[in-house]
T-cell receptor
C-alpha cells in the first residue's frame, strides 16, 4: 500500500522558474492538502481540496496554484519561483474532514530550494 | 482565526524518564486534536488523537489529556526510549472551516541513552 506519494523528493529552481509538485494517493481519500514546513514554524496549510473539482485556500496560498481533476491526484504549481518559497512541501490526504476526526496521512515531502 | 501554541520547542530527557509537551489553542469550538511524530526526512505520522468530548486517551506509553475550559492539551510519553527521539506536532481542528488543521510549531524531543 503506497499511501501518499510525492515527487520529486528534491529540486533546485532558479528564481522565476516554474514547476509542479506532484502528489498522488491510493487510499480513495476525498480530502487532500498541501502544507509547507519552514524551520521552527510548524506546518502551514497552502491549499486543500474536499473532492475532485473543488479546491480552497489555506493560510498561505499566495504564489501557488492547485487543481484537482481526479480523486487520486492533487498537484501544486509554482508559477514564478521566489526565494521565500524555499521550503519542504508536504502533501496529505484524509477520508473526511478534520472536524469529523478523520486523520491526515502525509507523504515524505519535497525539498525545494530556490536560488 | 485559530492559533495553536506549542511548548517547549526542544526537550531533552534521559531514557526511561517521562516527557510532556503542551499546547494551547484559541478557538473554543475546536473539537479534534491530533498529535503527529516526524522522524528525520519523513512526513508526520499520527500517533494519537483526542476528541473534545473526551478528557484523556491512552495508547501504551503515550497519553493525551485535554482541558477544554483552559483550552490546552498535552502529550505524555512514559518510559521514553531512544526511538522516541523525533519532532512532535500538536494540531487543532477549528470550527470555522471543514478542511483545516492548525499545527503548533513543533517540539524536538531528544532521548539520551
Amino acid at each position: 500500500n503506497a499511501g501518499v506519494t510525492q515527487t520529486p523528493k528534491f529540486r533546485i529552481l532558479k528564481i522565476g522558474q516554474s514547476m509542479t509538485l506532484q502528489c498522488a494517493q491510493d487510499m480513495n481519500h476525498n480530502y487532500m492538502y498541501w502544507y509547507r514546513q519552514d524551520p521552527g514554524m510548524g506546518l502551514k496549510l497552502i491549499y486543500y481540496s474536499v473532492g475532485a473539482g473543488i479546491t480552497d485556500k489555506g493560510e498561505v496560498p499566495n504564489g501557488y496554484n492547485v487543481s484537482r481533476s481526479t480523486t487520486e491526484d492533487f498537484p501544486l504549481r509554482l508559477e514564478l519561483a521566489a526565494p521565500s518559497q524555499t521550503s519542504v512541501y508536504f502533501c496529505a490526504s484524509s477520508y473526511g474532514a478534520p472536524y469529523s476526526n478523520q486523520p491526515q496521512h502525509f507523504g515524505d515531502g519535497t525539498r525545494l530550494s530556490i536560488l | 482565526g485559530e492559533n495553536v501554541e506549542q511548548h517547549p520547542s526542544t526537550l531533552s530527557v534521559q531514557e526511561g524518564d517521562s516527557a510532556v509537551i503542551k499546547c494551547t489553542y484559541s478557538d473554543s469550538a475546536s473539537n479534534y486534536f491530533p498529535w503527529y511524530k516526524q522522524e528525520l526526512g519523513k512526513g508526520p505520522q499520527l500517533i494519537i488523537d483526542i476528541r473534545s468530548n473526551v478528557g484523556e486517551k491512552k495508547d501504551q506509553r503515550i497519553a493525551v489529556t485535554l482541558n477544554k475550559t483552559a483550552k490546552h492539551f498535552s502529550l505524555h510519553i512514559t518510559e521514553t526510549q531512544p526511538e522516541d527521539s523525533a519532532v512532535y506536532f500538536c494540531a487543532a481542528s477549528p470550527s470555522s472551516n471543514t478542511g483545516k488543521l492548525i499545527f503548533g510549531q513543533g517540539t524536538t524531543l531528544q532521548v539520551k541513552p
